[in-house]
């Protein structure tokens, strides 16, 4: 109950900052960042039947943050969408570096990014290369890589 008040005060902010017509909406494709600002990791699954309960009964684009705000304050009171710890993502890219090499290089990157699971869109396969790959070695040295992904709590 101490939380309430400090989680409405930071779900505002937060949304305030893609509520550029000042009235208590927000574009319904901003609400994947906002979420993340928040310090939650949902998937694409999950951010998707997030908006489906958020929307209107017949969706216009936009979300009310007075729909908004409850749904992301259970959401953070719940801790759903925590982040993946530090060591299961090492644990995970040692898996695609079966040479105990500590570096993947892009094209493999990009291999394992957008053909394998929950695949990257161009969008942000491109985001995730310009943070990730070091220009000089056109590779990606992921301790490096988790060290600056990881949200501190």
Known sequence: ???????????????????????????????????????????????????????EEEPTGYIRFEKFLPVMTEVLLERRYRPIPEDVLLRAF???????????????LIKYMTEEGEPFSQEEMEEMLSAAIDPESNSIHYKDYITMMVIDE
């Open 1 to 55: 109950e101490i939380l309430v008040p400090e989680f409405h005060k930071k779900i505002k902010e937060a949304f305030e900052v893609f509520d550029h017509e000042a009235n208590n909406t927000v574009d319904v494709r901003e609400i994947g960042t906002i979420v993340r600002s928040l310090g939650c990791c949902p998937s694409e699954g999950e951010l998707h039947d997030l908006i489906a309960e958020v929307e």
């Open 94 to 108: 040692e898996v695609l570096d079966p040479f105990k090499r500590g570096f993947l290089s892009k094209e493999e």
